[in-house]
Structures are given as C-alpha cells and as structure tokens.
C-alpha cells in the first residue's frame, strides 16, 4: 500500500510539471461579446409603436374670449358682493371651462342658481353665439329667477321684449326668447324635450 501511494504521488508530481500554464480569465466586462460562444451581433429595431415620436411644438396659447361689457344697476354690484358664491367666481369659472361635469354645492340663497350664469357669461363663454341654460324644477321658479337676472344685469325685461338677453321657457310658456338670447331660463321638461331634438345640447356652452 505504502509503494503504491509513492508511485501515485510521483504521477500527480510529473502532471503538474508538464501541464501548460492557462492565463487568468479575463473579467466579464473585458470579454468583447461577439467571442461568445452562440453569440450573434443583430441591429436591433423597435417597432414603430415604441419609438419616440418628435417633440411637438408647444401649442399657441388659446385666443381670450371676448367679455361683454355688463352696466349693472345701482346698487346691484354691492349686493352681489354679499352672496357667498360671488367669492369664489373665478374658481367656478376655471371649473366649468376645464371640466365636462361640476358639481356645485351651497346652502338655499348663496347666488348657485342667479351668479354663475352670469359669471359664466361675463367669462365670454357665450362669445360665439352658443347659450347658457339654467333649469328650475317648476315655472313659477324659472320666470322669477329670470326676471332677477336679467335686472342685474341691466339686460330687458324677459316679458316684454320678444328678443331679450335672458329669456325663459317653460312647457306652457315663454318670454324673451330670440336670436340675441344668451342666458335661457327653462324647467327640467324643457331641456329634456331638447334632448330628445339634439342629444349633445350643441346650441349651449354650459
């Protein structure tokens, strides 16, 4: 046993002596990828839906709307000043301009149903030629809020001019309802017979 553990020590010696000296691997980062074994180099090409489309110019800023020019009664402005809603009426009018759908809610008197018509219009959303509706669950709520509106506007009255700047319209009635019409006053059957003619309401602004 001794003998044959002398003549396996002398094999391993004369292997390693005659066994040729291998270079260290080169690290990962050195080895050029191409020398890969199974490695094919392959312009790559996105398809057209991934690739970046250039930059688009900015777009020009929106033309402002032209704003009517409102002369109000004595005393109307100050007046106005005391609702609530009159302190938030550039926030509503940035709301209703970037959005479909606003929801607006306030306590019973605060100006939801008098002040943003007419903030709305004074904003020029009626500049060309499109209308604002405001609805009333009943006509005797309609006419009353039109008639209000139209005062402090300084506009005339819905009840006796045929083409006025606010009018109204109810199932059995109407009043000051023409082509210079801008802020229309109408019960919810109204528009909703509206609806049924003209499904995207394209004769209002808002």
Request: net charge neutral; charged share 20%.
């Amino acid at each position: 046993a001794a003998q044959m553990m002398a003549q396996l020590a002398s094999l391993k010696t004369s292997a390693l002596a005659t066994a040729p000296a291998t270079a260290a691997p080169a690290p990962e980062d050195a080895a050029p990828l191409a020398g890969r074994t199974g490695y094919v180099a392959v312009d790559l090409e996105l398809p057209a839906a991934l690739r970046s489309a250039p930059s688009a110019p900015a777009a020009a800023p929106a033309p402002a709307r032209p704003r009517p020019a409102v002369v109000r009664p004595p005393g109307v402005a100050e007046a106005r000043q005391a609702l609530p809603c009159c302190g938030m009426e550039q926030e509503l009018v940035d709301a209703v301009s970037r959005n479909d759908v606003v929801v607006v809610c306030g306590a019973t008197g605060s100006g939801k149903s008098t002040q943003l018509p007419q903030f709305l219009y004074e904003a020029g959303l009626t500049a060309t030629g499109l209308r604002i509706a405001v609805t009333q669950p009943r006509r005797v709520a309609a006419v009353t809020t039109c008639e209000r509106v139209a005062f402090e506007l300084g506009a005339p009255d819905p009840k006796t001019s045929p083409d006025a700047l606010v009018g109204y319209r109810t199932r059995y009635d109407a009043g000051g309802v023409g082509p210079s019409t801008r802020l229309l006053f109408e019960t919810d059957g109204v528009l909703l017979n509206e609806c049924k003619r003209d499904l995207l309401l394209r004769d209002y602004a808002a």
